[in-house]
């Protein structure tokens, strides 16, 4: 019998010190996860793990593997075991090919792929050995398609879709699940509002308002994508309901991507 409930198990969330990766923390708890809050800026982490009912913060580079292992060595520690390991950790520099520099290329390609396959080397063996588990990775349309002056994001998001499929059929006979979750463009996030909005505004030679106004029409549903709409689909995959389902890229993107 499929099954939704999460209470009591174990879950990883890479970049998890703000933005969606606070969000996807913040709902396993209420799933009732024991949750590992990972990041590289341990305050951030620090803080949402207080939020959290039982939680513990772990400072990680993910690109760094020496991390990655410790950070797992921790949780098995606490815990014994990982059920759920959500690899969210992403950067994004945008530009085209003069203003991109293989410097800003290399940064974003080692975050956003290079940290995903070393977050799954280290955690992966353990949930290997029992015969359990679901990874997920939190990877973007841009995965999809390319995306305008934003080669470096959309290489390592394709890649990372790659790696995806790739782990599935390695992982496949095991009972260790690994699919991805693309989202539209979450343009009401701290990322987009902050950095995202400046960037693509300079960029195109258009307001930061004409910007938001052009991606909301590009999507059929006219809406931003927003944290629950993936917080939903996560849940999905880390339950026995998508027992079924691995090497799979959804789009979740109000119909952008289909």
């Known amino acids: 019998m499929s099954n939704i409930n999460l209470q009591g198990k174990v879950a990883v ?3 998890a010190s703000q933005g969606l990766g606070e969000a996807l923390a913040l ?43 410790e950070a797992a060595n921790q949780v098995l520690a606490k815990w014994g075991q990982i059920d759920i390991l959500v690899s ?4 994004v520099k945008s530009g085209d090919i003069y203003s991109l520099t293989p410097e800003a290329f290399k940064f974003v390609t080692d975050i956003n792929l290079n940290g995903y396959f070393n977050t799954v080397k280290a955690f992966a ?3 290997l050995e ?11 349309k841009s995965g999809r398609k390319g995306s305008f002056k934003n080669g470096a994001y959309a290489a390592s998001k394709f890649g990372g879709v790659g790696l995806t499929q790739s782990l599935a059929l390695e992982f496949a006979e095991s009972g260790v699940r690994v699919n991805c979750i693309c989202p539209g463009n979450l343009l009401n996030s701290p990322l987009w509002v902050n950095s ?17 106004e052009k991606y909301i029409n590009q999507v059929p549903m006219k809406r931003s994508c927003e944290y629950v709409d993936i917080e939903d689909v996560m849940v999905f995959l880390a339950s026995d309901y998508s027992s079924y389902m691995t090497g799979q890229a959804i789009n979740v993107t109000g119909g952008q991507q289909m």
Do not use: H
């Open 13 to 15: 969330v890479t970049g």
């Open 27 to 69: 709902r396993l708890d209420k799933e009732g996860c024991k949750v590992a809050v990972l990041d590289v800026n341990i305050e951030g982490a620090t803080k949402v793990a207080s939020q959290l009912k039982d939680a513990i913060a772990i400072k990680v580079d993910v690109t760094k593997f020496e991390d990655c292992q």
């Open 88 to 91: 969210n950790a992403a950067v």
């Open 125 to 127: 063996p353990s949930m």
């Open 130 to 140: 029992r015969k359990s588990g679901s990874i997920i990775q939190i990877n973007s």
């Open 196 to 212: 995202l909005f400046k960037q693509y505004a300079q960029n195109q030679g258009i307001t930061e308002e004409q910007v938001r």
